[in-house]
C-alpha cells in the first residue's frame, strides 16, 4: 500500500505533495533492508517515478526526500536492473556535483542533495554490476577526484569528502583498472595523503615529522569516519606496491607512513572508532614497501634527549642505556629514538590477541607488520624485543602459560589456524635474530617444533637473514637454571627418578624389546611412520634420510 499511494502521488501529484508522501514514506522504511517480493515491480516502477521527477525543476527539499527514498529502495538488487541506464546514472552525478561544469562548491543548500546522491551511488555500484560497468564508461573514479579536490581543504563539508571516499572506495573493490587509474593517472596517493592530512589537521616539523599534542581533543566523529574510508580507499590503490622503482615513489610512501605515524598516536571520538582507526591504518601500512617504514620511529628532541638522559641516570645499575623509558609527555623513548608508534602497535597486537577471535583478519595484519619492521629496522627489532621478550627470570612455569605478550604469542605457536601459528612463530623468530638456540631458550622445543621444521632447522642453526651481532646477555637467575630446564617445555622441572635404575639388565632388556615390537607393529600398519632429519635440516622418512647420508659418505670417500 505505501508502494501503491508513493507511486500515484509521484506521477501526478505536484512537488509539495510529492515530498510529504515521500517523507512520509522514508521514515517509515528508513531501517528496512528487507523487502516483500510481491510489491517487487512497484518499487521498480516507484524508482523510475522519482528519476522522473529528479530530472524537473524541484525545489531542494523536494530533491532530498526523493533521493533518500531511492536510496532505501536501491538496498534491493532485484530492482535496480531497469533502472540502472546511463541516462539515470547521469541524472545522479549531476546532482552529486560529479560533472566536469561544476566548478565550485559554493551553494550551501545544495550539500544535502549533494551528500544524499553520494549514497545513493554508493548502494547502487555496490549493488548492480551494470552499474559498475557504466561507472567505468562515465569514468566516475575521475570525476570523484575532481569533486575531492575541490572539497580537501574544507571542513564543513565532510559528509561529501566521506560518501565522495566510500563511493571511491568500492569502484577501486570491485576494479582492479580502477586501482592502476587512481594510482598512476589520477595521482590518488598523494590526493588521498592530503585528505588524511586535512583530516588530522598535521602541522609538520620537519620532513616526515609531525606535531603530537597529546593532550588536544580526539577526532570528531566526522573527521573520524572521512579518515577511515581514505585509509580504506588508499589500501586499494597501494595494495601491489611492495617494490618502490622511483625515487618519488619512495618519498611519497615515507610521507604516507609519517601521516600514518600521526594517526596512530591520536585517538577517536570512541574506543570503538580508535580501534577502527588503528586497524586500517595497521592495513595500510601492511602496503607500504618496508623500506620506507623506517619513519615509524623519530630520533628524540633535544628536550626529550635531556630528560632521557636524566631518566636512565636514575635506573638502578643493572639496567643498560638502551632500556626503554617513559617521559613525561608519555612518550615511549628507546636508544634516543621516539618509539610511541611502535608500542601502539604492540598494545594493539595485544589487545587483538585478548579478543580470542578472527586471528586471521583481525590479529595476522598487525603480526606481519611488526615482524617486517623488525627484520629490517634494528632499533624497532631491539625495542620490540626488550617489550616481548625480556631476559629470563622466572623459568619456573612453561612458556604459554601466564599473562605476559611472550607468554600469549607462545600459546599462537600452536594454534589451530595454520596462517596464525606461522606468523605467530616468525615474529619470535625474527626477535631471537633467527637464532634456533635463542628462540628454544623463549618457547622451548616443543613450541617451536613446527617453525623449525618448516625451515629445515630442527637440527640448529640460524635463518637465511644477517642481524647484528650484540650478544643476548643472560640472568643469573637463568644461568643458575639453566641445567635443569627441560628443553622441550622450556620451563624448570624438578630433576625426576629414572624408572630402570632399579630394573635388573634382564628387565631392562625385555622392556626395550616390548617397545620395538609396539613400534614396529605401528609401523606396519602405517599407523606410525619413523622419520629422520636430512641433511638439509627438513624431515624425511628415515629410510630416505639414511639413504641421502650413505650417499653423502661414499660421495667423501671416494674424495678421500
Not at 8 to 18: D, K, L, P, S, W
Not at 243 to 249: G, I, L, N, Q
Not at 282 to 307: F, G, K, M, Y
Amino acid at each position: 500500500m505505501d508502494e501503491e499511494r508513493a507511486l500515484y502521488i509521484v506521477r501526478a501529484g505536484e512537488a509539495g505533495a510529492i515530498e510529504r508522501v515521500l517523507r512520509d514514506y522514508s521514515d517509515k522504511h528508513r531501517a528496512t533492508f528487507k523487502f516483500e517480493s510481491t510489491d517487487e515491480d512497484k518499487r521498480k516502477k516507484l524508482c523510475e517515478g522519482i528519476f522522473k521527477v529528479l530530472v524537473k525543476d524541484i525545489p531542494t527539499t523536494c530533491q532530498v526526500s526523493c533521493l533518500e527514498v531511492l536510496r532505501i529502495l536501491s538496498r534491493d538488487k532485484k530492482i535496480l536492473v531497469p533502472v540502472t541506464t546511463k541516462e539515470n546514472m547521469q541524472i545522479l552525478l549531476r546532482l552529486a556535483k560529479l560533472n566536469e561544469s561544476d566548478d565550485s562548491l559554493e551553494k550551501v543548500s545544495e550539500f544535502p542533495v549533494i551528500v544524499e546522491s553520494l549514497k545513493c551511488l554508493c548502494n547502487i555500484v555496490f549493488n548492480s554490476q551494470m552499474a559498475q560497468q557504466l561507472s567505468l564508461e562515465l569514468n566516475l573514479a575521475a570525476k570523484l577526484c575532481n569533486l575531492l579536490r575541490k572539497c580537501k581543504d574544507r571542513k564543513f563539508i565532510n559528509d561529501i569528502k566521506c560518501f565522495d571516499l566510500r563511493l571511491l572506495f568500492l569502484l577501486s573493490l570491485l576494479h582492479t583498472d580502477i586501482r592502476s587509474q587512481l594510482r598512476y593517472e589520477l595521482q590518488g596517493l598523494p590526493l588521498l595523503t592530503q585528505i588524511l592530512e586535512s583530516a588530522f589537521s598535521i602541522k609538520w616539523t620537519d620532513e616526515y615529522e609531525s606535531a603530537i599534542d597529546h593532550n588536544g581533543p580526539p577526532l570528531s566523529p566526522q573527521e573520524t569516519d572521512c579518515a577511515i574510508e581514505a585509509l580504506k580507499a588508499l589500501f586499494n590503490v597501494t595494495v601491489d606496491s611492495w617494490k618502490v622503482h622511483k625515487e618519488s615513489d619512495s618519498h611519497q610512501f615515507r610521507v604516507m607512513a609519517a601521516v600514518l605515524r600521526h594517526c596512530l598516536l591520536i585517538v577517536g571520538p570512541t574506543e570503538d572508532k580508535t580501534e577502527e582507526l588503528h586497524s586500517n591504518a595497521v592495513n595500510l601500512l601492511s602496503n607500504v614497501p618496508v623500506s620506507c617504514l623506517d619513519v615509524l620511529i623519530c630520533p628524540l628532541t633535544h628536550e626529550e634527549t635531556a630528560q632521557e638522559a636524566t631518566t636512565v641516570d636514575e635506573l638502578p645499575s643493572d639496567k643498560t642505556a638502551e632500556k626503554e623509558t617513559v617521559l613525561e609527555n608519555n612518550t615511549m623513548a628507546y636508544n634516543g629514538m621516539n618509539m610511541e608508534a611502535i608500542h601502539v602497535l604492540l598494545n594493539f597486537m595485544e589487545k587483538r590477541i585478548d579478543k580470542g577471535s578472527s586471528y586471521r583478519e583481525g590479529l595476522t595484519p598487525v603480526l606481519s607488520l611488526l615482524t617486517e619492521c623488525s627484520r629490517a629496522h634494528r632499533n624497532i627489532r631491539k625495542f620490540l624485543k626488550d617489550q616481548v621478550l625480556p631476559p629470563l627470570r622466572d623459568v619456573t612455569n612453561r612458556p604459554e602459560v601466564g599473562s605476559t605478550v611472550r607468554n600469549k604469542l607462545v600459546r599462537l605457536m600452536t594454534h589451530v589456524d595454520l596462517g596464525v601459528k606461522q606468523i605467530a612463530a616468525e615474529f619470535l623468530f625474527v626477535l631471537c635474530k633467527e637464532r634456533v638456540d635463542s628462540l628454544l631458550k623463549y618457547t622451548g622445543y616443543g613450541n617451536a617444533a613446527g617453525l623449525l621444521a618448516a625451515r629445515g632447522l630442527l637440527a640448529g642453526g640460524r635463518g637465511d637473514n644477517w642481524y647484528s651481532e650484540d650478544e643476548d646477555t643472560d640472568t643469573e637467575e637463568y644461568k643458575n637454571a639453566k641445567p635443569n630446564i627441560n628443553l622441550i617445555t622450556g620451563h624448570l622441572e624438578e630433576p625426576m627418578p629414572n624408572p630402570i635404575d632399579e630394573m635388573t639388565e634382564e628387565q631392562k632388556e625385555y622392556e626395550a624389546m616390548k617397545l620395538v615390537s609396539m613400534l614396529d607393529k605401528l609401523s606396519r600398519e602405517e599407523l606410525l611412520k619413523p622419520m629422520g632429519l636430512k641433511p638439509d635440516g627438513t624431515i624425511t622418512p628415515l629410510e630416505e634420510a639414511l639413504n641421502q647420508y650413505s650417499v653423502i659418505e661414499e660421495t667423501s670417500s671416494d674424495t678421500d
